[in-house]
């Protein structure tokens, strides 16, 4: 499976952005989940949804301001991201897995990230 991040730019603090992952075909029992990176640190689970039914998780840093969402018609998970804070800088990767989890290791597919960078 190769997956394709893209969407990201330079924002304003407070300002909206939003990532697409072109996943290609995959199982309807798929999970998608988007992570991000800063250099130096650990990579961060963002959010996940789940390809069939819709359901979602997020970490709580980001709920009330983000929103992931799918269109199985054309193989897309978006993230809308909304209010930006400069700590949202980061390389943003979608990747595949199997399970509804939020750990890294759960997921087997991953594509290039896209920077984002919030600052005024």
């Known amino acids: 499976v190769q997956l394709q991040a893209s969407g990201g730019g330079l924002v304003q603090p407070g300002g909206s952005l939003t990532l697409s992952c072109a996943t290609g075909?995959?199982?309807?029992?798929?999970?998608i989940g988007w992570f991000r990176q800063v250099p130096g640190k650990e990579r961060e689970f963002v959010a996940l949804i789940r390809r069939s039914s819709g359901t979602t998780y997020y970490t709580d840093s980001v709920k009330g301001r983000f929103i992931i969402s799918r269109n199985n018609a054309e193989n897309t998970v978006y993230l809308r991201m909304n209010s930006l804070k400069p700590e949202d800088t980061a390389v943003y990767s979608c990747?595949?897995?199997?399970?509804?989890?939020?750990?890294?290791?759960?997921?087997?597919?991953w594509g290039q990230g896209t920077l984002v960078t919030v600052s005024s």
């Open positions: 990747a595949i897995g199997s399970s509804f989890d939020s750990r890294a290791s759960a997921y087997n597919s």
């Open positions: 075909r995959i199982f309807s029992s798929s999970v």
